[in-house]
């Protein structure tokens, strides 16, 4: 009888935990850049996991094995390599998305490759990419088991050794649907006609993108929140949103306002002049804030770090093989 009681407790206490390591796959030896809203000091990396699963914010949690630093992540970048860490996501992240991806056998999307690494199979390589915010879509090659996340989609071509995928609402011109800008941080106040939970900010987005009447959203990542709006109010900082505007505004203020058009310039920088910076996802949503405010007159973006540099004034015109720059054309 006492053996019994104590294999209940054992498996009491076991249960939970296998549940737990169940909604978040753990990776060694690498992090998801950025997206930290909390760290702390922990005795291993199972507390770092716990403290991440009771937080409803919390998407992914890194644990720095040399420090023994637990980072709390509310959103899921790029993945990179950092051998002195431990990393995982909930779980929820990677069912969401894989169930939107389309995927085909025998094509691929020509270039747009940010990074490719070695996968055991496309399943793999589709979780990936799921995982990873600025991953729009995905290629593994079965002869040399090689997976090729994309930030942009190319040509598609045929190619009998991979298997492609594409994120849903994220294929550009090509899906026929309307692209929307996605700005962390920010909120743009008033406007809303409707909202209603939902399971991401993927999901919030795609509703817009099927409403005629909807010309920007906003999602609040603490409530699981989606706001659409049928006009734009003030831009405000609000560290709990994702917000975002449909292209064929342009990225501009429905109310005009001057030097809305912007050039693009691909390997360059003006040096200087920089007023503030703040991690965008792509270099339309820099553009679009840029276009917003009015004390602009340039802009910078770093495709390597995704920061956005906005600019008071045009300094040297530099090579940076890493960034795209334009400034403000007169009416």
Same mark, same amino acid.
């Given at each position: 009888?006492?053996l ?9 206490? $076991?249960?939970?935990?296998?549940a ?19 760290? %702390?000091?922990?005795?291993?990396? +199972?507390?770092c ?9 919390? =998407?992914?949690?890194a644990?720095? $094995?040399?420090?023994? !630093?637990?980072?709390l ?14 990393? &995982?996501?909930? +779980?929820?992240?990677?069912? +969401?998305?894989?169930r ?13 490759? #940010? ?24 290629? %593994? ?10 930030d ?7 190619n009998?050794?991979?298997?492609t995928g !594409?994120r ?7 899906s ?16 809303d ?11 919030c987005?795609?509703e ?53 058009? $912007?050039?693009?310039?691909?390997? #360059? ?5 920089? #007023?503030?910076?703040? +991690? ?6 820099? =553009? ?8 602009? !007159?340039? #802009?910078t ?7 956005c ?8 015109y =530099? ?6 720059? &334009? ?5």
């Open positions: 009888m006492l019994k009681l104590r294999l209940a407790l054992i498996l009491t206490f $076991l249960l939970p935990l296998a737990g390591a169940q909604r978040m796959p753990e990776e060694r030896g690498y992090d998801h850049r950025g997206g930290d809203y909390d760290d %702390f000091r922990a005795d291993d990396v +199972e507390e996991r716990r403290a991440c699963e009771r937080d409803r914010r919390c =998407q992914a949690y644990f720095n $094995l040399r420090t023994e !630093v637990c980072y992540k509310d959103e899921v970048n790029s993945r990179q390599r950092n051998l002195d860490t431990v990393t &995982g996501t909930k +779980e929820r992240w990677a069912e +969401e998305t894989d939107d991806f389309s995927e085909e056998e025998g094509y691929d999307y020509r270039g747009g490759d #940010y990074d490719s690494f070695r996968a055991d199979d496309v399943r793999e390589c589709r979780r990936s990419c799921s995982r990873d915010r600025r991953c729009v879509a995905y290629t %593994f090659n079965e002869r040399s088991d090689t997976c090729y996340v994309k942009r989609l190319g040509a598609r071509q045929r009998s050794d991979t298997v !594409v849903e609402g994220r294929g550009g011109s090509w026929g649907r309307e692209n929307l800008t996605e700005e962390r941080g920010y909120d743009y106040h008033g406007g006609y409707r909202s209603f939970r939902t399971s991401g900010v993927s999901r987005k795609d817009c993108r099927d409403d005629s009447r909807c010309v920007a959203y906003s999602f609040n990542l603490e409530t699981d929140t989606c706001y659409l709006k049928d006009r734009i109010g003030d831009y405000r900082s609000n560290r709990d949103t994702v917000t975002g505007i449909k292209s064929d505004t342009g990225g501009r203020r429905p109310w005009g306002g001057r030097g809305d058009d $912007l050039t693009e310039e691909e390997g #360059y920088d003006y040096r200087g002049g920089d #007023y503030n910076s703040f +991690e965008v996802r792509g270099v339309s949503a820099c =553009q679009a804030a840029c276009r917003r405010d009015d004390r602009c !007159v340039a #802009y973006f770093n495709r390597r770090t995704d920061r540099y906005l600019k008071d004034r045009i300094g040297d =530099q090579r940076n093989a890493d960034t795209v720059t &334009g400034v403000k054309e007169e009416d």
